[in-house]
Each structure stands twice: as C-alpha cells, then as structure tokens.
C-alpha cells in the first residue's frame, strides 16, 4: 500500500508514470532516445527555416536580374531601328548592367550568396541539414542534407560579354546575347525557387514529425493524473 501511494504521490508531483530509470528501464531508455530526436528535429526545422530564407533571398535578387535584362532587351531593340541615340541606348544598358553587378555580389544572407560564384564559404554549393534518420532503437544516425548549387550570375551574366551598340547592326546582335543572359536567368531563377520549395515542405515535415515524437514520449511516460490523484 505504502509502494503504491508513494508511487501515486510521485506521479502527481512529476507528472510522469516514468520519471527515472527505476520506475521502467526500458521504456525509460527508450523515452530518452525519444526526447534526444524530438529536440534535434526541432533544431534541425529551424535551421532548414533559415537556409529557406537564405535561398529565398536568392530567388528575390534572381528575379530582380531578370528584370533589369528585360529592360536592357527593350533598350537594344530600341536601337534596332535607325535614327535612335546609339550611344545613349548603349548608356543606359551599361547603367543597367552595373545594376545586375550590383544585386549579384549584395544578395546575401548569413553571408551565403547563391548569385556568386563562391558565396558559400568559399564554394559553389550550400548544404543544409534536412534529417537524421535512426534505422531502429539507439542505433547511430545517418544524416541527410539538402544541396543548393549557386546559379553563379557572376560568371554567367555580369561576366558575359555584350557587343557594345553603336548602329543597327550592333543592336541586333546584343539582343541575341541579352536573350541568352535572360534565358540563363530565368533558369536560374525557378532552380532557386525549386530548392526553396524543398527546404520548405522538408521543414514542414520534420516538424510535424517533432510534434508526433513529443506526442509519443508522452503516451509512454506521462502519468494519468485523473487516476493518479483519485
């Protein structure tokens, strides 16, 4: 009698049915594997939320670059008539295209940017913790990640050549070359926006997976207070 009233006492005081080890090894132990993942998940869901933003970041300078060579393809196609201002069309696209220079080195976040060529730490490629996988009880974990290659408009786009506009002609052949740097832009930009999706619903999951991990520790070693205090 006097076991099972300090056990209930205990369990109202804790609010657990297994509060230690010498209350069920096992299921203890288990619990304990349990709160050890629910707590990394939760660490690993916010640090896939701020590589979301990171990327997003990137996604916002891509568009922003495909919208200043879009003007600078109006500006050339301008000049594909006679009788225009060649050398202030020509002007103007230079302005622009220091502006793409401009977003390209400034599109940071954490001082990751996915616009340059080794933004990231020196390298190409931005790599961020999506899981750690346990195949069965407390066996050691196998982490997964998710890789967001850098577009690299720095080599690309503001390291492209473009013929310089002085007469129709010229004007006609940096179209072609404004329609290649757009074409490149473009993708780069929906390869951005692809990889924030990705880290997106991946931080959605892993923490709806915390929530049921929290949930399960829970079914295993909380106590019934009803019953506990009756």
């Known amino acids: ?26 299921i203890w132990a288990i619990s304990k594997v349990m709160e050890t993942d629910q707590a990394t998940f939760k660490t690993i869901q916010s640090g896939l939320n701020v590589a979301g933003a990171t990327v997003k970041t990137a996604e916002t300078g891509a568009a922003q670059v495909v919208d200043y060579l879009n003007a600078m393809k109006q500006l050339a196609s301008n000049a594909g008539s006679d009788g225009f201002d060649f050398a202030k069309v020509q002007a103007d696209i230079t302005n622009k295209m220091a502006q793409i220079t401009s977003v390209v080195s400034g599109t940071q976040m954490n001082g990751i940017n996915l616009l340059s060529t080794n933004g990231i730490d020196g390298g190409a490629t931005f790599t961020v913790l999506a899981s750690l996988d346990r195949t069965v009880g407390n066996a050691v974990t196998t982490p997964n990640a998710i890789e967001v290659a850098s577009v690299d408009f720095e080599a690309d ?60 520790i829970g079914s295993l070693v909380d106590a019934d207070m009803e019953e506990a205090s009756a």
């Not at 006609?172 to 990705?198: F, H, M, P, W, Y």
């Not at 991946?202 to 929530?211: E, M």
Request: zero cysteines; proline letters at 0%.
């Open 157 to 216: 786009i503001v390291g492209a050549t473009l013929t310089t506009i002085t007469d129709r002609d010229s004007a006609i052949s940096a179209i072609a070359e404004l329609e290649a740097l757009i074409n490149i832009a473009v993708d780069g930009t929906a390869a951005l926006g692809s990889a924030g999706k990705r880290i997106a619903d991946q931080a959605s999951f892993v923490g709806k997976l915390s929530d049921s991990l929290k949930v399960g």
């Open 1 to 26: 009698v006097n076991a099972s009233l300090t056990k209930a006492q205990s369990e109202v005081a804790t609010g657990k049915s297994i509060a230690s080890a010498q209350d069920n090894a096992a």
